[in-house]
DNA sequence: CACAAGGTTGACGTTAACGTAAACGTCATC
DNA sequence: GATGACGTTTACGTTAACGTCAACCTTGTG
């Protein structure tokens, strides 16, 4: 039920190096518990480094990556002042509504492109003779 | 009709330094005519910084910003095969729809999580009495 | 026991995306 | 004619996020 991972097995998962996640635990994003000398991980490690992943692929540097998994998850010590934490989880709200809006945009002027490069494949291949239509 | 802008112009506007424009124009993804030695900007230009910027804000790197905006204007010279070019339209979708569901994903916890902290100054502020309820 | 598979800690290298500074040109204006 | 606002190029500095060794320990397995 609690299981446990090592580090070649969440690389492998991942996709990422092993390296990456000693990066990340040196970047304080991680810590797992040692077992003499190595690491190894939980469930919820695992869950954090899929949170670090989900941020990366959005963008954003891992400081703020790091305060944003902190927020979710307190982890013992740093309970921070509700109010002020309202007022971050504001703010990343406004970030992640933005990014939203730029992928909205993005995809229906994408879709515009696509609709406009079928035209003009579907106006060629249908006869070699079109093309002489110049 | 065919306004132009000065470098300091734009970099007002988009809230950026003349270093980082001149530096998207070495990394080819802007080319804006001389007047003389001044480089002078037209509203293509402007658009095709917007849209530079709305990929960063998506987190891209500069060069597939570019790859990206010069499918969206050919600009002369560079036609790309049609077939490539619905291919690498088709990759972009992918990573868009990525990223909407990780935003998706961060904004439904981050929904939830500030549910919890609501509730939580909720119930301590109405009477400090209540705190003393450990 | 040898040794291969996986783990560890340094420490230096690399790339992207600018920042920062130097050294200079060009006007309008005081 | 000096000053200041705005522009230019060239070049080195910086930070983030890893990659890439090297040198070493620790196990189970044939």
């Given at each position: 039920m609690d299981r446990t991972y090592t580090i070649t097995e969440l690389a492998r998962e991942f996709g990422i190096t092993t390296r990456t996640i000693r990066f990340y635990e040196d970047r304080q994003l991680l810590q797992p518990t040692r077992e003499g000398t190595k690491r190894v991980y939980s469930r919820g490690d695992r869950t954090r480094l899929k949170l670090v992943l989900r941020g990366k692929r959005l963008g954003w540097p891992l400081d703020e990556i790091r305060e944003m998994i902190n927020m979710y998850?307190?982890?013992?010590g740093e309970v921070l002042q509700l109010t002020t934490m309202i007022e971050k989880l504001k703010a990343n709200r406004d970030t992640l509504l933005q990014q939203q809006r730029d992928i909205q945009q993005s995809l229906s002027e994408l879709d515009q492109l696509e609709r406009n490069c079928l035209d003009q494949l579907a106006s060629m291949t249908p006869s070699p003779l079109a093309a002489a239509n110049s």
């Amino acid at each position: 039920m609690d299981r446990t991972y090592t580090i070649t097995e969440l690389a492998r998962e991942f996709g990422i190096t092993t390296r990456t996640i000693r990066f990340y635990e040196d970047r304080q994003l991680l810590q797992p518990t040692r077992e003499g000398t190595k690491r190894v991980y939980s469930r919820g490690d695992r869950t954090r480094l899929k949170l670090v992943l989900r941020g990366k692929r959005l963008g954003w540097p891992l400081d703020e990556i790091r305060e944003m998994i902190n927020m979710y998850d307190p982890h013992g010590g740093e309970v921070l002042q509700l109010t002020t934490m309202i007022e971050k989880l504001k703010a990343n709200r406004d970030t992640l509504l933005q990014q939203q809006r730029d992928i909205q945009q993005s995809l229906s002027e994408l879709d515009q492109l696509e609709r406009n490069c079928l035209d003009q494949l579907a106006s060629m291949t249908p006869s070699p003779l079109a093309a002489a239509n110049s």
